[in-house]
């Protein structure tokens, strides 16, 4: 691993730890985040429904929907990394390891938005009421940061342009599943775990372009329309929802 690559790894560690650190910030405690993030992951279960539908599509969209949109707790994978990243270098591809760098990036940036989001319908009169469209829309729109938010796509396409490049890139997979069994032993599983899943999706496309730019074509003019108080943003042309 490159030195340059060590730093962004473990300054993006070290945001993880930050962010979801109750102590640093008690709004980790709301009992409004794990509603929030069941609420976004039936809408974005809805949004792919059409990738979910395409058999060579339907791997990177559950690979999307459960490993980098999903409402699952991504620290324990995140941890993994942080305890060891000296030995990461010697036991997984650099080039996987820049798209586990930018899964990290990600992780801590949309957790950053869902606290600001838990927050805001944590303000509610009833706070435990089920999460309405409008209810996410105003608090989508009060967390703010329009170019944030476009990076958190671009982060979700980088991840998956990186494993698609990897995918093509002759002896990977042979180094990735070469890798199993130190990463386990290394206590890497979850991380290893991740890669093989993401390079399998992408492996299947047979060519992410496609997939890439409907996604993130999707995703940037849903953001636009949930920042411009649409009232349906999420809905899709010949669609009535999303």
């Known amino acids: 691993m490159n030195q340059r690559l060590r730093d962004r790894l473990a300054r993006r560690l070290a945001w993880q730890r930050a962010v979801h650190d109750p102590a640093r910030d008690p709004r980790n405690r709301l009992p409004t985040l794990p509603l929030l993030r069941q609420w976004q992951a039936r809408r974005l279960e809805t949004s792919f429904r059409d990738f979910l539908a395409t058999p060579n599509m339907r791997p990177a969209a559950e690979f999307f929907l459960t490993d980098l949109y999903g409402d699952k707790d991504f620290s324990a994978r995140d941890r993994d990394a942080a305890r060891i990243l000296p030995l990461m270098s010697r036991i997984l591809p650099e080039t996987l390891l820049r798209a586990a760098a930018d ?11 869902d606290l600001r989001l838990a927050e805001s319908l944590a303000a509610r009169k009833d706070p435990m009421a089920a999460i309405s469209l409008a209810d996410y829309v105003r608090a989508y729109r009060h967390a703010g940061c329009p170019r944030l938010r476009r990076h958190q796509i671009e982060l979700v396409l980088g991840v998956g342009r990186t494993l698609d490049a990897a995918v093509h890139k002759h ?3 042979k180094l990735l599943k070469a890798s199993r069994l130190p990463a386990h032993l290394a206590g890497l599983h979850e991380l290893q775990a991740f890669l ?6 992408f492996e299947a496309l047979g060519g992410a372009d ?6 993130g074509a999707q ?14 943003p999420f809905a899709q042309p010949n669609s009535s929802s999303r």
């Not at 899964?103 to 938005?113: K, M, R, Y």
């Not at 496609?210 to 996604?215: K, P, Y």
Request: no cysteine; charged share 25%; net charge negative.
């Open 103 to 113: 899964a990290i990036e990600l992780a801590v940036l949309s957790h950053a938005f």
């Open 171 to 173: 002896g990977i997979f």
């Open 219 to 232: 995703e940037m003019e849903v953001s636009r329309r949930l920042f411009a108080g649409h009232a349906d």
């Open 210 to 215: 496609l997939f890439l730019e409907r996604i």
């Open 196 to 201: 093989e899943r993401g390079f399998t999706a």
